[in-house]
């Protein structure tokens, strides 16, 4: 086994478990994710667009999380990497939303936390060329 080849499957494992997680936790506890949000951008020109921004944020991560998955598996399966492909570029869209959302709340110690995500992301996008 080729270590590209690792690294692909694992560069879309990991993007299943973050997003899939963070998706579900949205899902399962909107109501707390939606109180720490408002007052997360209470000061923002974002603060009246929390609930569409969270419904928004959630769908995207499940559809990169559940890509990131499927890719995973059609990787194992020597299926070839279109799949991760698209799951990872999907994973790439919620990092720059979440980013975008540190950076209008001015949190900018979170914004920093996802821009190393974002880089394993690149990375991750860069090795399925192999």
């Not at 973050?18 to 951008?41: A, I, P």
């Not at 999907?90 to 975008?100: D, N, R, T």
């Amino acid at each position: 086994m080729e270590p590209a080849f690792i690294a692909q499957i694992l560069a879309s494992g990991f993007f299943a478990v973050l997003f899939l997680q963070s998706g579900f936790d949205k899902v399962s506890d909107r109501k707390g994710n939606l109180e720490w949000l408002t007052g997360h951008f209470a000061n923002s020109p974002l603060a009246k667009m929390v609930p569409f921004m969270l419904t928004f944020i959630t769908m995207v991560e499940l559809a990169a999380g559940a890509v990131c998955a499927v890719g995973a598996v059609m990787l194992v399966l020597r299926r070839g990497p279109e799949t991760a492909v698209v799951g990872l570029g999907l994973s790439g869209l919620a990092l720059l939303m979440l980013f975008f959302g540190q950076r209008m709340a001015k949190d900018y110690p979170g914004a920093a936390t996802l821009a190393t995500y974002f880089g394993v992301m690149l990375l991750g996008l860069l090795m399925m060329q192999y």
